[in-house]
T-cell receptor
């Protein structure tokens, strides 16, 4: 069965420090994609970063990087130099060949990140 | 970047009435759109997959007659909550899938429905 696990319901980080949000996944698909989304209090879902299962290098997008460890089935999000505006819910998601015929995503339960000044 | 607009952002209605929520992809065509429901402090739960020009595919446990989905064009999908009840009160979010290597989803701003 497809599953995304985020074990940290809430995290605190000091402004300007780096923080890692954990995500592990379970799938029998050989080809799959991993995503991270940010959801601020306004509710909108903001796409942050994508990692394909066959990508050899870890994905990076500005201050966001994805620590992809395929053998461990983990896809942790690293945010460098945290900013107050980073305070939000963060969702890890996966898309695979068997995750719905249309390739929809399944989501983890999310991690609430709070950045302290 | 790709933009998906959802309207209305907030709606309050009386029990028994119907409410329509629109989801538009503003700068790309979306053959496939998705509708999610999010309960407070919970993750997103997929309700249905909306396909342009064909019937939507509903997830198990989602009432087709309660949540009507119409995907009439490549840029517009609508969700109609029929005969709404207080238990339908929730945050509804749509997403549109862009055709690309990643096939990433772009989300609307969400619609908060309150049924009195």
């Amino acid at each position: 069965a497809q599953k995304i696990t985020q074990t940290q319901p809430g995290m605190f980080v000091q402004e300007k420090e780096a923080v890692t949000l954990d995500c592990t996944y379970d799938t029998s698909d050989q080809s799959y994609g991993l995503f991270w989304y940010k959801q601020p209090s306004s509710g909108e879902m903001i796409f942050l970063i994508y990692q394909g299962s066959y990508d050899e290098q870890n994905a990076t997008e500005g201050r966001y990087s994805l620590n992809f460890q395929k053998a461990r089935k983990s896809a942790n999000l690293v945010i460098s130099a945290s900013q107050l505006g980073d305070s939000a819910m963060y969702f890890c998601a996966m898309r695979g060949a068997s995750v719905g015929s249309q390739g929809n995503l399944i989501f983890g339960k999310g991690t609430k990140l709070s950045v302290k000044p | 970047g790709a933009v998906v607009s959802q309207h209305p952002s907030r709606v309050i209605c009386k029990s028994g009435t119907s409410v329509k929520i629109e989801c538009r992809s503003l700068d790309f065509q979306a053959t496939t759109m998705f509708w999610y429901r999010q309960f407070p402090k919970k993750s997103l739960m997929l309700m249905a997959t909306s396909n342009e020009g064909s019937k939507a595919t509903y997830e198990q446990g989602v009432e087709k007659d309660k949540f009507l989905i119409n995907h009439a064009s490549l840029t517009l999908s609508t969700l109609t909550v029929t005969s709404a009840h207080p238990e339908d009160s929730s945050f509804y979010i749509c997403s549109a899938r862009r055709d690309s290597r990643a096939g990433e989803l772009f989300f609307g701003e969400g619609s908060r429905l309150t049924v009195l």
